[in-house]
């Protein structure tokens, strides 16, 4: 009897302690699991891609971050600091035929608008002939001018990979830039805060000063400000040569991370895959803070 009792004893012992390892086990696992998750990157379709965390600069996913591509309207990032920079926002900019002519434009030739609004047109609704009208005001008329000044800035940034040949993005073999040099730019003009008012407004009215009375009601072409969390703003790019493109910025609990995404599939990949991408930013954080 006593011999049975002590080998019941031990059998409901190594039961419990069976039960204890499996547990164990699956608790690890799983969190093991979870964190091989978090740590996954996306698969995207965009051929270069970078996301930073702006706090430490540390580069949270990057990949062909410095390979040349069409930036698309994304141009118009740079096009915006010189703007804001040059201290004319009040200015009125006089449209010329050649700003009116630029595909996918609402501008006309005599148009006059504030130099303000005239950002809020162009980067919004990503107005090339706005780019290009900001460009001659503050080139003395000449784009190949401002051009050349949108390059110095961009060399005093470290865009060591960039070259612009115009205002708004249109294609051209010698206009290119990469998605490492992209997110320097956008680290930079993110700490102004009128770019990131610019960037952040959902739809805008442009009142024009002449033709007196015209309205122009402009909706963000940037589909993250209606469905990210914590999405700052940012800029689109779209041309047949570049594909779907977007700069972007999103902060959560005191986190600014800037996401680059270049020649994405197509119209909709830019937005899926760089929300993907912040999400994924994002974890890394969290993963390193725990």
Known sequence: MLFHQIHRRIAIRDH???????????????????????????????????????????VLYEKNADQREYPASMTKIMTCLLAIESGRLGSVVEVSPNAADV??????????????????????????????????ALGGGDIDYFAERMNRQAASLGMSNTHFVNANGMPDPAHYSTARDMERLAQ???????????????????????????????VNT????????GIVGGKTGWTNAARGCLTAAADRNGHE??????????????????????????????????
């Open 16 to 58: 419990h302690l069976c039960w204890c390892a499996i547990i164990i086990l699956l608790v690890v696992s799983f969190c093991t699991g979870a964190t091989a998750l978090a740590a996954t990157p996306p698969e995207v379709t965009a051929d270069a891609a970078i996301v930073v965390d702006t706090g430490s600069g540390r």
């Open 222 to 229: 940037n589909e993250l400000l209606d469905t990210y969390d």
């Open 188 to 218: 930079a003009v993110f700490q102004n805060k009128i770019f990131r008012k610019i960037v952040s407004t959902k739809e805008s009215n442009i009142y024009y000063i002449r033709p007196a009375g015209r309205v122009e009601y402009c």
């Open 257 to 290: 991370l800037i996401v680059v995404v270049m020649h994405s599939d197509d119209d909709e990949s830019r937005f899926v895959e760089a929300a993907a991408l912040l999400d994924y930013g994002f974890s890394q954080i969290v993963e390193n803070n725990s």
């Open 103 to 136: 595909e996918s434009t609402r501008m006309h030739p005599g148009d006059q608008v504030r130099m303000q609004d005239l950002l809020t047109q162009m980067m919004l609704i990503s107005d090339n002939g706005a780019a290009t009208a900001v460009g001659e």
